[in-house]
């Protein structure tokens, strides 16, 4: 199962719309970060950029602070890397406060250089981010060389892949049809960036590739005196 932390719904309603924060959207490699789109209005700072310091902190101990913010799935350090960037813009908020400005610490691949960059407000950042990020489909089946198949799939939450494409079991039938009938004799899934989902989803396109039958999940029996409830609230 998933344990998360997130905001109470009024302070995410009140923050979407009076927020301010970060003008970057980073990535972190390394234990370091860099910036990844810039949303500020210094159009100097380039993606790449790696980020030294916020405000006079380091950014290796400011990601120590954020990671206590971040759920994770046992000791996997990539998804709190993924989550730690998703959610900079609100959890650098919630554990700095409000910022009218960012003194920034910057490193290229030439030089150092510092800056000091105004706030955004959420609504902006949310408007620069719409024209910045392309609308890329949930799944595609490209084929960037000859006889090489790349079926790309971004997410499998079931209600975004069925919303885009109808029915996913019956999407997935017809594109290995389709794969069949291209001559391809390589398949390559590309899972990069997949946000995760529903267990059967990923089951599904799975069998397709088995080469035997095979078991996900087996069940796990215990025993107990006590009174369970799934969603710990009993």
């Known amino acids: ?41 210094d159009s100097t700072i380039k993606p790449g950029t790696e980020i030294l310091a916020i405000n006079g902190t380091k950014t290796s101990d400011l990601l120590k602070q954020l990671y206590q913010l971040t759920s994770s799935d ?5 998804k709190k890397y993924r989550d730690t960037e998703s959610i900079f813009f609100v959890s650098y908020y919630l554990l700095i406060g409000p910022q009218t400005e960012f003194k920034l610490s910057l490193k290229t691949a030439t030089t150092r250089m510092d800056r000091t960059i105004s706030s955004i407000m959420m609504e902006q950042r949310q408007s620069q981010m719409r024209k910045q990020v392309p609308n890329e489909p949930v799944v595609s089946l490209t084929y960037p060389e000859k006889g090489i198949a790349r079926l790309t799939i971004k997410s499998f939450d079931s209600n975004r892949l069925n919303r885009e494409l109808g029915n996913y079991n019956n999407w997935i039938d017809s594109i290995f049809i389709i794969i069949g009938n291209s001559g391809a004799g390589k398949l390559v899934i590309d899972l990069r960036g997949n946000e995760g989902g529903y267990s059967m989803i990923s089951f599904y396109l799975y069998s397709y590739i088995a080469e035997k039958e095979f078991s996900m999940l087996r069940p796990a029996v215990f025993k107990t005196d006590k009174k369970l409830s799934y969603f710990g609230d009993e």
């Open 1 to 41: 199962g998933h344990t998360r932390f997130r905001p109470s719904k009024e302070f995410r309603k009140n923050f979407t719309s009076k927020g301010i924060g970060f003008p970057f959207d980073i990535r972190i490699l390394d234990n370091r970060i860099y910036i990844l789109r810039n949303y500020s209005s």
């Open 74 to 78: 046992g000791n996997n350090l990539t």
